[in-house]
């Protein structure tokens, strides 16, 4: 892929109203564009790791029993209705009306529309389980949209929901799809904590959060320093140098970004909307469900949080945009042009190539290069006619001459 075909709009400055070091450095290594407070674009290389986390969420999901689908973002009242909410959302659902004057929100969240389209269905205990997901733009009037994509007034979601004839079953589903978060999260290069937390607006009994340890993190986690307890401070209410309610160790307190959540809802909707069943014993029941969320976008910040300095990033492997970035210092005279371009051709074929072939200075090259963050980096300079480039592995900042001869071998042991 040519670099002055793939748009990326870098920039010297970050705007002013940023704030965090990601969403700084989003802005200057051309990944997003604000619209309007709190809605952004996604350019093509945030839009790559965006496809590359979503991959990730289907191939956790799918293997597991889960089927996609596509919900509508435009809703209509009536189902709000039923489930009481839309007089109890408040000022952050985006209400319109239609032509002919009717209510309509565009999705926050789907547990009315999910409902609604199951409940026709699951009529006996032989349709269950099920575990039905999507990967959908969410919308809601958040009082502060702040931080770039942490919090959005349009955003990315995946949002999983699960239907059980029973507790054991939705604590079986429970579990497996806690282990799907964290194999989502370990894949995304994402070191995270699974703290407990209090079920909010969606009401239920048992719900735990997926947070990324972070200073700008918005929530504030209690843990403890002994065993393995973390909560959400606003359910725990422990602070700084309190007793473990499990063990007795020391608390400590620290910020974390909520990456995504899971929630045993159990009968609140089924019961409001009717979506009942017969049971193995015959009798008409509410069915019991879970509901599952991962913010796509604001993991992408996250991970851009974690893995960047004020000027540069690093892509974790599964989800940088290209594997190679090849710089040549001058990519201007035809013999020399033919010859990068083989060397990147015979590359593609087992990687993904970013050319920067841009009539630039070699310095705003590699200031660029450094914002986009692919972990390796090959300098194609003066020594290219003698067989040799400059090679950076942005993961050790290992940097070496390399002969071009031994370069699929260097490649190959990379394990790319
Ligand atoms: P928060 O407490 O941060 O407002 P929430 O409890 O409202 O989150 P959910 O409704 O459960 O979040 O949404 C599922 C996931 O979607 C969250 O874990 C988070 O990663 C993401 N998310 C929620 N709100 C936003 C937002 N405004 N912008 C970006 N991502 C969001
Ligand atoms: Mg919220």
């Known amino acids: 892929m040519k670099q002055s075909l793939l748009f990326v709009p870098t920039l010297k400055e970050a705007p002013k109203d940023a704030e965090v070091k990601s969403h700084k450095l989003m802005a200057r290594a051309g990944l997003i ?21 979503e991959t990730i969420i289907r191939e956790e999901l799918d293997k597991r029993g889960c089927s996609e689908m596509l919900m509508p973002a435009l809703q209509p009242r009536d189902l709000w209705d039923e489930s009481g909410r839309w007089d109890l959302y408040g000022p952050e659902l985006m209400r319109l009306k239609d032509r002919k004057e009717r209510d309509f929100c565009l999705g926050p969240t789907h547990e009315e529309i999910v409902t ?14 099920l575990a039905l997901y999507q990967i959908q733009t969410k919308f809601r ?6 931080f770039g994509l942490m919090r959005g007034r349009e955003f990315i979601m995946k949002d999983l ?4 004839e029973n507790q054991e079953d939705l604590d079986r589903w429970y ?57 959400n401070q606003e359910f725990s209410g422990l602070s700084d140098g309190d007793v473990c309610p499990k063990c007795g160790g020391t608390i400590r307190t620290a910020k974390g970004i909520e990456v995504g959540n899971i929630f045993k809802l159990g009968t609140k909707y089924s019961e409001s909307m009717n979506a009942l069943f017969t049971s193995r014993e015959g009798k008409r029941e509410p069915v019991i469900m879970g509901c599952y969320g991962i913010g796509i976008s604001r993991t992408l910040m ?35 042009i033919e010859k990068v371009d083989g060397l990147v051709r015979s590359l593609e074929k087992d990687y993904r190539v970013l050319l920067d072939d841009r009539d630039e200075r070699a310095g705003v090259k590699f200031k660029d290069a450094d914002l986009i963050g692919v ?11 003698n067989g040799k480039i400059e090679f950076l592995n942005r993961y050790n900042d290992h940097k070496e001459v ?10 190959k042991s990379l394990n790319i």
């Open 175 to 231: 579990q497996s799809m806690k282990e799907a978060y964290t194999e989502i999260f370990r894949r995304s290069g994402l070191e995270t904590r699974i703290v407990s937390s209090d079920t909010g607006q969606i009401g239920g009994d048992e719900a735990d959060e997926f947070m990324v340890m972070s200073e700008v993190g918005e929530d504030t986690i209690s843990y403890c320093m002994s065993c393995s307890y973390a909560a």
């Open 161 to 164: 929901y699960t239907f059980h």
């Open 116 to 129: 609604h389209a199951v409940r026709d269905y699951i009529n006996s205990y032989k349709k269950l389980p």
């Open 402 to 411: 390399l002969d071009l001869e031994d370069l699929a071998e260097t490649l």
């Open 141 to 146: 009037d958040e009082m502060r949209p702040r």
């Open 33 to 53: 564009k604000q619209t309007s407070a709190g809605v952004y674009t996604y350019l093509p290389l945030a839009h790559r790791v965006i496809r590359n986390i």
């Open 302 to 336: 996250a991970s851009v949080e974690q893995h960047s300095t004020e000027d540069a990033l690093v892509w974790p492997k599964e989800l940088t945009p290209f594997d190679l970035h090849v710089v040549p210092v001058n990519y201007r005279d035809d013999a020399l």
């Open 375 to 385: 972990p390796y980096r090959m300098v194609i300079g003066k020594d290219f006619s």
